[in-house]
């Protein structure tokens, strides 16, 4: 069976971490960035053979499933036709620093994974990865049953999406907690109790059912 092919829409941290993570899995990734595949020739060389670099619109297209990586003020930039029907991890974060004010986001009226689900809306979007510094994306793994295991969590509108995480995840060394669908994503963004901490899975349980809408207001 042909192994899963990721396009990888932005190429920062996260991104390329998990390029790096994804090719020594054994997968081919296509990585983009919004400055042109030619500014990314130093990076493809670093992450190994199985990383190339593409345009944003050839990387959604190639990916069999796709991560979008890129600020949450640059959402309405990501392709939206090459992605459709296709599984899409989110990793966004909302950084109001960075991003400007979102009115939706700051009233707890919408999540970041539900923003880039309304922009993709024939994708299946999940969230993953957004909640682990990316320095811990390919070091903090584990083999499944090792004690105290960490554990990060997905949620998704679509099982199938969910589980695709589900099984990714044990892949880089991480258990699973399925938060549910995307409107229950807010309980694993920014400032709230299970961000980018290290935990296993009954203490991301804990920390997801403790946050508060209003933690990160």
């Known amino acids: 069976m042909t192994k899963t092919r990721f396009g990888i829409i932005g190429a920062g941290h996260i991104g390329s971490a998990l390029a790096r993570k994804l090719g020594e899995l054994g997968y081919d990734v296509v990585l983009s960035n919004s400055r042109g595949p030619e500014t990314l020739a130093d990076l493809v060389d670093e992450l190994g053979p199985r990383v190339t670099a593409a345009t944003a619109e050839e990387a959604g297209a190639a990916g069999d499933v796709v991560v979008v990586t890129v600020p949450l003020k640059a959402l309405a930039e990501v392709p939206v036709e090459p992605l459709a029907g296709k599984i899409v991890l989110d990793t966004n974060n909302y950084y109001w620093e960075r991003d400007g004010r979102i009115p939706a986001l700051d009233e ?101 059912a403790r946050a508060e809408r209003s933690d990160a207001a």
């Open 108 to 208: 707890g009226r919408a999540t970041t994974s539900g923003l880039l689900q309304a922009h993709l809306p024939e994708s299946k979007v999940a969230k993953a990865f957004n909640h682990i510094l990316s320095s811990d994306i390919g070091t903090s793994g584990a083999p499944a049953g090792t004690p105290d295991r960490r554990a990060l969590a997905t949620a998704s509108d679509f099982d199938e999406a969910a589980e695709f995480v589900a099984r990714l995840y044990d892949e880089f060394g991480f258990d699973t907690v399925n938060v549910g669908p995307l409107s229950e994503s807010w309980r694993v963004e920014r400032d709230r109790p299970a961000y980018v901490v290290r935990q296993n899975r009954e203490e991301l349980e804990a920390n997801l």
